[in-house]
């Protein structure tokens, strides 16, 4: 009971810092944990659906680039205020998962990860051909200018912290314990009446709805969107790098991935061209040396869960 | 109906070539049930492959092939010996991810070293036409690269009949335990079978180079149209894999002829997704 209690002090104070953190950081330390959260919260939703639910998706920045362009469109062509547009971005998001998910449903394994990858690349091209959006000269998010790194910051916290509490909440309901018994034996767990294709649909859209949320806070940090960068592949690299080293199918996984991806990328960053390939050989060195990545080996060899999906 | 003969005709002509692409990939899915995402990088080694021994040697880009190929069997023979057979039998999120680094590597490496720039294996025959009767305007490479998948694809077909590791490859696909029972080294013929889909890799880098113009990151692209020929035509069969290149073909051109260049590929994909939905296990594959 006591652990309980050092835990929860332990994740306020925790809590507390990261909220007073602008007032006194640099521009450069907030930016840095800014570019965490987000990755944080991109990196959650991709683990639930491929630590959790079992599907690769090779193609989250569907939602990546439709948020964006949420943001875009609706601040600039419509004069909504930015936030607004941070939120419509998450629900288009959720639109097209539920219209493509009838048939993504059908497809399992590889079919599943390239099918994704596919239908996100044909939205690369259809934006890049699409004059509203002004081609694949892409769009500069004006409104954007006006926001205080301050706004993006709690936007970002919110919704980077917000994921993996989602997730926890998640794991813990009967919808985690349905996802795990899948994960563990579907056939079985049919049986005994679980849902598979309803488990899976939540599981997207839920994963659709925070990405579309976390990319527009992304484009609101850019301020410059193009077709090809926010439809390309390189998003779905980060992510699949981020919850490889930090563990999949660990809740802690994709928090210490996005730290460890995002602190990489800022000392990397003079060596252009180099850090892909860097990143490269860590995936697999990781794939090869600790399957279940950092997290999971240090849970398996110590028995230390910040966040224990089981109840006891 | 004479402005659609000409999609028609060199969408099956390209059809030949996007099967090169895809067989290999359509290989190594039917033995091993593996993914290799970085097919689409080794093609596109093949063809910085062919530029460098064009420019070091002034041979002609089918020439190179002479070259190529077994450069690129050595490499796949390695990838599959030192990198995927340590993921195999491990499900297939291993397997994805490791293919999936090493694509990120290759492209990476290949930026590096060639710079971004648009290259092209140029020779004589790539601005050349036939003209038939006035009518309808073949590009000749688009012939060469339909000739070259129905050799690439006829002789692959009789090296799996006839030859005794064809048949090592095709029982380790079908039955891995027994085929080890029987005294197969399944690992080496792994790598082997690897080895043999990079060379076929190695003919349609030199034919897409000579085809189109292509970057580092050009990989990426063609893993998808190997996918797509893969899916539309089945996993496992040559016929189905064919098939599936001419499809494609065909629904590049006609949907780029009739919604504007930009979505040539999009019409592509469609098709794909399509495909994907109604009948995941290919128009012509056996469930």
Redesign the interface.
Known sequence: MSSHYIRFSFLIIALLILIALPFWASRYAANVLLLIFLYIALASMWNLLAGYSGSISLGQQMFVGLGGYSVAVFSMYYGFPVFIGVVMGGIISVILAALISRPISRMKGVYFAIGTWIIAEALGIAFSNWGYVRYGMGLFIQPAYKLSLFSIYYAAMIVGLGSVGLVYFLLRSKLGLALMAIRDDDVASETVGVNIFRCKFYCFLISAFVTGLAAGIVYLNTIFIQPFEAFGIGWTVNLLFIVIIGGMGTVEGPILGAVIFVLLQQFLAEYVGYNLIILGAITIATIFMAPRGIMGTFQERFRIVFFPIRRE | MLVFMEPLINGILLGGLFAVIGIGLSMIFGIMK??NLAHGEVMIIGSYLGLVFMRLLGIPPLVCLIFVIPCLFVIGFLLQSY?FN??LG?G???Y???S???S??L???L??VFTPDARSLDSSLTIRTLDVFGLLHLPVIYLIGFAGGLVVIALLHLFMKRTYLGWAIRASGDDLGTSKLMGINTSRVYALAMGIAAVTSAVAGILVGMTFTFYPHSG?QYL?TA??VV?IGGTGSLMGTFLGGLILGVAQLLGGRLL?P??Q??AG??I??VV??IR?QGLFGRR
């Open positions: 593996q993914v990198l340590r993921v491990k297939m999120e291993p994805l991810m490791v999936f680094g090493l990120i590597i492209q990476n490496t930026l590096k990426t998808i996918f797509g899916i504007g930009g979505f590929l999009l994909y469609l794909l997704l994907l939905t995941p």
